[in-house]
């Protein structure tokens, strides 16, 4: 309101109309502000508020449902209720509404706070808290029993017995919290990459025996690929998306791996011959401790940190990491390296 009307001064030469501080601070504040009329019209909305809704101002008055496109928004005005939360079907985000008395009879100055990204941060923390309880109860609960079972003073074989579980329970957790510590390391930003030039193909045969004794390893790439990036941290991605599929393809069957250049890019696949992954988790298996069989047993099937550090560690290295449904079956995890990463031999 402020500048349209500094612009139609300047446009006309006279002298601005007087500052009318309460519009013009409805008008930049940081908020979805709408003034609604007694009969559920929108008369004025702020610049928040026509940038979320895409609201035309020459087309207002005009009805609430009109101009946001959500019917659960008249329901919330409806109610009465002073604050509230309201799902918007339309664009499928939620926000926090609170209604306060307009400056004439009968009219409401509605304000939103979107707090879809919010929702969903608290989401992820609870589910992390959850996930964490459960991976941590198991061993802890192990070691308890075991301990208990050693006071008795079993025989000797059986305290061999014991102690290996023990150290087998506490190397289990001992792993679990490095993967926490490492994904902390590299959810804080900070992480430090290391470039140097190297054959790719060369590391991906190194890595050959993270596909087991049981998963024979076939590689197709050129001769050789060279590139510039931080070959520690590409090779745990790469290592890690070769623990995955072999953990998930039954025993004897082959593991597939392609290394190709695609648009400038260096692009790794890794294939299973696993049960495949449905459509709808595609995304979510690259969260911590995300796992689509939870039915899986732990031993199989690991902690569900294995992708998620995959994931933090390719974005580091400026690439990005995806999967999809191979053709003839099972899953392919794909890693993505920029094209300023091709590098001559």
């Known amino acids: 309101m402020i500048w349209d009307r500094w612009k139609s001064s300047v446009r006309t030469g006279t002298q601005p109309q007087p500052l009318k501080p309460f519009e013009d601070l409805i008008e930049e504040a940081?908020?979805?502000?709408?003034?609604?009329?007694?009969?559920?019209?929108?008369?004025?909305a702020n610049e928040a508020a026509r940038r979320y809704f895409d609201v035309d101002p020459a087309r207002l008055p005009a009805s609430l449902v009109e101009v946001t496109l959500e019917g659960n928004l008249v329901g919330a005005?409806?109610?009465?209720?002073?604050?509230?939360?309201?799902?918007?079907?339309?664009?499928?985000?939620?926000?926090?509404?609170?209604?306060?008395?307009?400056?004439?009879?009968?009219?409401?100055?509605?304000?939103?706070?979107?707090?879809?990204?919010?929702?969903?941060?608290?989401?992820?923390?609870?589910?992390f808290v959850a996930n964490l309880v459960?991976?941590?109860?198991?061993?802890?609960?192990?070691?308890?029993?075991?301990?208990?079972?050693?006071?008795?003073?079993?025989?000797?074989?059986?305290?061999?017995?014991?102690?290996?579980?023990?150290?087998?329970?506490?190397d289990l957790m001992s792993r679990i919290i490095d993967n926490l510590r490492q994904l902390a390391e590299l959810e804080s930003g900070v992480l430090t990459v290391q470039p140097s030039g190297f054959d790719v193909v060369e590391l991906i045969e190194e890595l050959r025996p993270r596909a087991g004794d049981t998963?024979?390893?076939?590689?197709?790439?050129?001769?050789?690929?060279?590139?510039t990036t931080d070959r520690a941290k590409l090779a745990q991605a790469i290592g890690n998306l070769l623990d995955n599929a072999a953990k998930f393809s039954p025993a004897g069957s082959a593991i597939d791996m392609r290394v190709e250049r695609v648009d400038e890019a260096v692009r790794i696949g890794v294939r299973d011959r696993g049960p495949g992954i449905s459509p709808e988790h595609w995304q979510r298996v690259f969260?911590?401790?995300?796992?689509?069989?939870?039915?899986?047993?732990?031993?199989?099937?690991?902690?569900?940190?294995?992708?998620?550090?995959?994931?933090?560690?390719?974005?580091?290295?400026?690439?990005?990491?995806?999967t999809e449904a191979a053709g003839e079956g099972g899953q392919v995890f794909t890693i993505e390296l920029p094209s300023h990463a091709l590098t001559a031999p």
């Open 30 to 44: 940081p908020v979805i502000a709408m003034l609604i009329d007694r009969d559920q019209r929108v008369v004025a």
């Open 77 to 127: 005005l409806r109610a009465g209720v002073p604050e509230g939360e309201t799902q918007l079907v339309h664009r499928r985000r939620i926000v926090t509404s609170k209604l306060v008395p307009g400056p004439r009879a009968g009219e409401t100055l509605m304000f939103l706070t979107d707090v879809t990204d919010l929702r969903r941060l608290e989401r992820v923390r609870q589910e």
């Open 134 to 170: 459960h991976e941590l109860k198991t061993p802890i609960t192990s070691l308890r029993l075991t301990a208990e079972s050693l006071l008795l003073e079993p025989a000797a074989r059986d305290r061999a017995r014991f102690a290996g579980r023990l150290v087998r329970e506490a």
């Open 215 to 227: 998963h024979p390893l076939r590689l197709d790439a050129p001769e050789s690929l060279h590139v």
């Open 287 to 322: 969260e911590r401790f995300y796992k689509v069989d939870r039915a899986r047993p732990r031993e199989a099937g690991g902690f569900g940190l294995g992708l998620a550090i995959t994931k933090h560690l390719v974005q580091a290295l400026g690439g990005k990491v995806w």
